[in-house]
C-alpha cells in the first residue's frame, strides 16, 4: 500500500481517489470518497465489496464486468455509474482506474483510480439531449427549412432543405447557394432584394424558384436575419417555405372566381340574346322561308338566280351569328353523343388550317377514352382555339394539339368533381402570346384585341365546354406562345355502330297543321307546306291547335308546333294534351331556341322530331318524310 501521507495529501484533490488490493479485496477511499456520498470517514469498510454494495443494481453487472474484462486484458478503465448516498439518493460518478502493481508471475496485485462526482455535468448533458431532441422536433414537424449562410454559401442546413431539393447533406455545405437558382439573374435579384431589406430592417424576405436537384422548379418564400446585424461576417440565417401549392391553390382561387363572374356575365347576356335570337329568328324564318320559295321558280339560268342565292347565303350567315347567341341563352344545351374526341380535333383544326402557312402537329393515344359531346359545338370550339391560334402566327409556325387520359383529377388542380375521369386536351402555338394584364378577360363576350372580329369566339368556347361540364383556361408568354388546357369528363358508355340508315321517300298530299304565335311565320310556313303538296291547317297558339286537332284530328297527319308562345300554351305543354286525344300523334317540335333542353331531347317530352327556324324548303321537306317514313 501507498504512504499514509501519500493519501493525506491526495484527499485533498478535487475527486474521490480509491487503491484497491486486488488479492485480499482492502480499499482505501480518500475522505471525499465518503463526503461525496453523504458518510462520515469511519462509517463504511473500506472493502472492494463497499463499492459493489453502493453500486446501483441497474449499473452493477455491467461496471464488474467492464472491469474484470478490464483486469484481464490488463488495460485502464473509464465507465460511468451510479452509487447511492447516505440518504438514499444516487450520484452519477465516473470511475477511472488502471493496474499498477503485477507479481513475476503475472498475479494482479494493486490498482488505483478516481471517482469524479458527474451528476450535475450528467444532469446538464440529458437537458442538453433534451432540448436537442426538441429543437430536432421542431425541425422536423416545421413546413419551413431552416439553414445558415456565410457570404452565401451554405455552412448549415436542416433535413427539411435535403427534402426540399433533393440534395443531400455534403452536396450543399461549402456550396454557394447559386446551386439553387434556374439563373444567375434570379440568384443576384434575390440578393439584392433581400440583403438591401436586411440593410433597412434588419430582415429580409422574397418569393423566388428553387430549382430541386432533379431539375424541377419550386416556388419559395425565403426569409432571413443576420446572426449579428452588426457584423454579417458571423453569418445569415435563413427559413424557406415551399409555396408551390399555395401558389396553385391561389390561381385556382382566382381562375374559379372569374368563372363565376363570367358565367354571371354569359348568364346576363343569355337572357338579352335568347330573347333576341328567338325574334330575329322568327324574322329570319319569313325572309329565308320566302327566298327557298323564290329559288323554286326562277330559272338557274336567270340573272335573279344568283341574287336569290347570295341572299340565302347572307340569311344563313345571319342564322350563324343568332345560333352564336344562343350559345349563350340560358337553359340551352348541348345535343350530346358518346363519341370520339380525336374525329372532332382533326377534322376541325384541318379545315381551319387549310392553305394556311401553319402546320399542325398531333399527339393523341390510341387508347383516349370516349366523349359525351355536341358534335357541332366541340367543332366549334376547336376551330375558334386554332384560328386565334393561326392569328397569332403572323409568320408561321406550328400549333400541337395532344390529348391524355386524365384519371385524377385532383393531380391537374382544376375545380372540377374529383370523382371523375376527365380527358385532357392541350392546344398550343408559337404565337406572340398573351399579355398578363388581359388574359384574365379572354373569355368575356365581346373582349377582342383584333379590328375585326366579334369577340365572341372565346366566350362561346368557354360556355360550350362549361356545358359540357368541363373546364378551360389559358396559359401564356409573351414572345413564347399560348396553350389552351380543356378538361372533358370522360363518357361511362361504349361507342355503338350505328345502324345502317332507312332510305327517305318524298311524300305529299298530307294535312299539316302549324302552331305559331308569328303571323309571317304562319304565312310562309303554309307557302312552303303547299310547295310541297300538302294541305295546310293554321293555330296562333296552343289551345287554338288542340281545338282544331279535337274537332279534326282524324284528319291531321303532322302537327308542327312552336316551342314557346308569349302570354299562352306553347308546345311543351300542347304536346300532352294532343298525345291524350291521340297518343299516335306525329308532333314535331319548332323553335329558334336550338339549345332549348327541349329541342335537345325532344323524344322525352313527346315529340317524334325537331326543327330549328329558321329553316329552308329542302330541311323541312326531309323533317316530314322522317316523320313519315
Known amino acids: 500500500m501507498t504512504d499514509k501521507n501519500d493519501h493525506k495529501n491526495v484527499s485533498k484533490a478535487a475527486m474521490a481517489v480509491w487503491e484497491w488490493n486486488v488479492l485480499t479485496g482492502e480499499t482505501y477511499f480518500s475522505p471525499t470518497y465518503f463526503s461525496m456520498l453523504g458518510y462520515g470517514p469511519d462509517e463504511l469498510p473500506c472493502t472492494h465489496d463497499t463499492w459493489v454494495e453502493l453500486l446501483h443494481e441497474e449499473d452493477r ?100 432543405i435535403l427534402e426540399m431539393t433533393g440534395y443531400e447533406m455534403n452536396e450543399l455545405i461549402g456550396e454557394s447557394a447559386r446551386i439553387l437558382y434556374p439563373s ?81 356575365n354569359i348568364e346576363s347576356l343569355g337572357i338579352l340574346a335568347g330573347g333576341i335570337a328567338h325574334d330575329f329568328n322568327n324574322i329570319l324564318m319569313a325572309v329565308l322561308g320566302n327566298l327557298s320559295l323564290l329559288s323554286q321558280v326562277v330559272a338557274p339560268d336567270s340573272p335573279d338566280h344568283l341574287l336569290v342565292t347570295e341572299a340565302e347565303k347572307a340569311s344563313l350567315r345571319a342564322k350563324d351569328l343568332t345560333q352564336q347567341l344562343l350559345t349563350f341563352a ?24 387549310r392553305g394556311s402557312n401553319v402546320a399542325i402537329k398531333y399527339d393523341i393515344p390510341d387508347d383516349l377514352w370516349l366523349v359525351d359531346i355536341d358534335k357541332s359545338q366541340m367543332s366549334q370550339v376547336i376551330q375558334n382555339i386554332v384560328i386565334n391560334a393561326k392569328n397569332a402566327m403572323h409568320v408561321g409556325g406550328t400549333i400541337s394539339i395532344t390529348c391524355q387520359n386524365v384519371p385524377d383529377i385532383q393531380k391537374e388542380h382544376v375545380p372540377l368533381p374529383i ?28 373582349f377582342t384585341t383584333k379590328q375585326e372580329g366579334s369577340g365572341l369566339g372565346l366566350a362561346i368556347t368557354y360556355s360550350i365546354i362549361t356545358r359540357h361540364l368541363g373546364d378551360i383556361y389559358a396559359q401564356s408568354e409573351v414572345g413564347v406562345g399560348t396553350s389552351f388546357l380543356i378538361y372533358l369528363p370522360a363518357s361511362e358508355q361504349t361507342l355503338e355502330i350505328p345502324a345502317k340508315p332507312q332510305p327517305v321517300f318524298d311524300v305529299q298530299n298530307l294535312r299539316i297543321l302549324v302552331m305559331d304565335d308569328e303571323v309571317m311565320v304562319r304565312k310562309v310556313s303554309e307557302a312552303m307546306l303547299t310547295k310541297l303538296g300538302h294541305k295546310v291547317v293554321l293555330a296562333a297558339d296552343g289551345e287554338e291547335a288542340i281545338s282544331i286537332y279535337g274537332e279534326t284530328g282524324k284528319n291531321i297527319d303532322i302537327v308542327i308546333m312552336d316551342l314557346t308562345i308569349p302570354g299562352g300554351m306553347g308546345g311543351k305543354d300542347a304536346v300532352q294534351e294532343l298525345l291524350k286525344i291521340d297518343p299516335m300523334a306525329k308532333i314535331i317540335v319548332s323553335s329558334g331556341y336550338s339549345n332549348d333542353p327541349i329541342m335537345a331531347n325532344f323524344r322525352e317530352h313527346g315529340f317524334c322530331s325537331a326543327i330549328v327556324k329558321p329553316y329552308q324548303l329542302q330541311e323541312l321537306s326531309r323533317v316530314i318524310a322522317q316523320v313519315m317514313a
Open 419 to 446: 370523382w371523375k375521369r376527365y380527358i385532357k386536351c392541350t392546344i398550343c402555338d408559337s404565337g406572340q402570346g398573351i399579355p398578363e394584364h388581359i388574359i384574365d378577360k379572354i373569355f368575356e363576350p365581346y
Open 330 to 353: 340560358k337553359g340551352g344545351e348541348p345535343i350530346k353523343e358518346t363519341s370520339s374526341l380525336e374525329g372532332v380535333i382533326v377534322d376541325s383544326a384541318n379545315f381551319v388550317l
Open 61 to 160: 453487472g455491467n461496471a464488474i464486468q467492464k472491469i474484470s474484462q478490464c483486469l484481464e486484458q490488463r488495460h485502464g478503465w473509464d465507465i460511468e455509474f451510479r452509487l447511492r448516498m447516505k440518504n438514499g439518493d444516487y450520484r452519477w460518478v465516473r470511475g477511472s482506474g488502471d493496474i499498477v502493481e503485477v507479481a513475476p508471475d503475472g498475479t494482479l496485485l494493486r490498482a488505483i483510480g478516481t471517482h469524479l462526482d458527474i451528476t450535475e455535468e450528467k444532469q446538464a448533458r440529458e437537458v442538453l439531449k433534451k432540448s436537442g431532441d426538441t429543437l430536432k422536433s421542431i425541425l422536423v414537424a416545421a413546413p419551413v427549412g431552416i439553414g445558415l449562410v456565410h457570404d452565401r454559401v451554405f455552412s448549415w442546413v436542416s433535413e427539411r
Open 184 to 264: 444567375e439573374e434570379e440568384f443576384l435579384r434575390v440578393g439584392r432584394v433581400k440583403y438591401g431589406q436586411i440593410n433597412k430592417a434588419d430582415v429580409g424576405e422574397v418569393n423566388t424558384v428553387w430549382k430541386k436537384k432533379s431539375g424541377e422548379h419550386i416556388n419559395i418564400h425565403l426569409r432571413s436575419a443576420p446572426v449579428n446585424p452588426q457584423d454579417f461576417g458571423c453569418g445569415v440565417t435563413f427559413s424557406a417555405l415551399d409555396i408551390t401549392e399555395k401558389l396553385k391553390e391561389e390561381e385556382n382561387v382566382r381562375r374559379l372566381e372569374r368563372q363565376v363572374q363570367q358565367t354571371k
